[in-house]
């Protein structure tokens, strides 16, 4: 059993930042490989980025490389997501997600197995 609860959502201006957190708990959980996702209404979910369980490797959507950074701390059993010069197109509810399969970072929603409620995050132009 793997819980996960995303936190940092909020409204910002073009340009700005947010820090996204994903606070993981339950047994194993330190083990697990974390990704990244977001959904804007209408549209399908999408991945941004993802990290393995040792954090030493990442992977990000074209959409967000070079803006948007990954990072985890196990010993806080926490995965970050740091956005920087937020667009309005980065508008969307983001949503935390672990998969069993710890070594590499996964860009697929069908690859996890746990999901966070999601927080909302909207950029003004």
């Known amino acids: 059993q793997v819980q996960l609860v995303e936190s940092g959502g909020g409204l910002v201006q073009a340009g700005g930042s947010l820090r996204l957190s994903c606070a993981v708990s339950?047994?194993?959980?330190?083990?697990?490989?974390m990704g990244w996702f977001r959904q804007a209404p209408g549209k399908e979910r999408e991945f941004v980025a993802a990290?393995?369980?040792?954090?030493?490797?990442?992977v990000s959507a074209g959409s967000v490389k070079g803006r948007f950074t990954i990072s985890r701390d196990n010993a806080k059993n926490t995965v970050a997501l740091q956005m920087n010069s937020l667009k309005p197109e980065d508008t969307a509810v983001y949503y935390c997600?672990?998969?069993?399969?710890?070594?590499?970072?996964?860009?697929?929603?069908?690859?996890?197995?746990?999901w966070g409620q999601g927080t909302q995050v909207t950029v003004s132009s």
């Open positions: 339950g047994r194993t959980a330190s083990t697990y490989a």
């Open positions: 990290i393995t369980w040792s954090g030493g490797s990442t």
């Open positions: 997600a672990a998969t069993r399969v710890a070594g590499i970072p996964r860009s697929t929603s069908s690859s996890y197995d746990y």
